[in-house]
């Protein structure tokens, strides 16, 4: 009888175990905590024509290009300039936490209140590198992101 208790309580835990995994894949599709980061994939965020010119919009839904997969709770800035669509994460680069976009248009982390200024570079820490720009293309009218390939700041 103790040995079948013991094993159930053994498939219980290694069943634990699993869901714990499978929460941590799915917030490494949102693009920052997780095993290895980001994936190396495209990720479509709207029409080009949907996205205003010289404005920062905020994205919230991705569709996984190769498979439509569905994204959320992404929370990206995008601004387009012209044909081309520049997009910063909002994860703090300390430990993550989403910062919040101030009304001057500078960002502040409510973890351990690292400031920002509008192109993402570092005010004040804790945090030492800059909030992450990311690879853009626009494919048959759509916007495409890369949340694995960093890119310097845009002249904005
Ligand atoms: S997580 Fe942003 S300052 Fe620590």
Known sequence: ?????????????????????????????????????????????????????NAKLVVHDAVRAPDGKKIKNLKLIAERRGEQVSVMSTRCTHFGCEVTQMEDGTFVCPCHDSHFDASGAVTKGPAKQPLPWHATQVTDGEVQVNLSKVLPAPQI
């Open 1 to 53: 009888m103790e040995t079948r208790r013991a094993f159930l309580k053994t498939l219980l835990m290694g069943t634990a175990g699993v869901a714990v995994a499978r929460v941590g894949f799915d917030s490494a599709e949102a693009g920052w905590f997780g095993f290895g980061g980001p994936r190396d994939e495209w990720l479509r965020i709207g029409k080009l024509q949907d996205f205003p010119e």
